[in-house]
């Protein structure tokens, strides 16, 4: 038991480090405030679980759905996000977006990190 609930920590560090640098990449908690953008809170949490238990632990789409008790669908909005988009959206440059906001941030976030060697 102590091997699992060792992995599970150790996702759930990761999420929360990708949810604080999503946050920080959309320009910190106040330009949320501006943008009127606080609803994505609840989705970037689950953006930034997704993202970590794909490409940390290599699991699939049906395998985090049923952990996270969420759809496949909404596992793939998350992993198929063009994260380029959402920052061109949040910069400005582009008036609307089709992507899953969340998922891009959580993917900018989770590759800035890996780049860092912080995950």
Known sequence: MPVVAEVKGNVDRAARKVFDRAIDV??????????????????????????????VGGMTAKAIAAELGITEATVRNITSSDPEEVRRYLSGELPDLSEHVAGGLAKLAFGQLREEGKI
């Open 26 to 55: 959309a320009g910190g908690l106040r330009k949320l405030v501006e943008h009127r953008n606080l609803t994505w809170l609840p989705s970037l949490a689950e953006a930034a679980y997704v993202v970590v238990m794909k490409e």
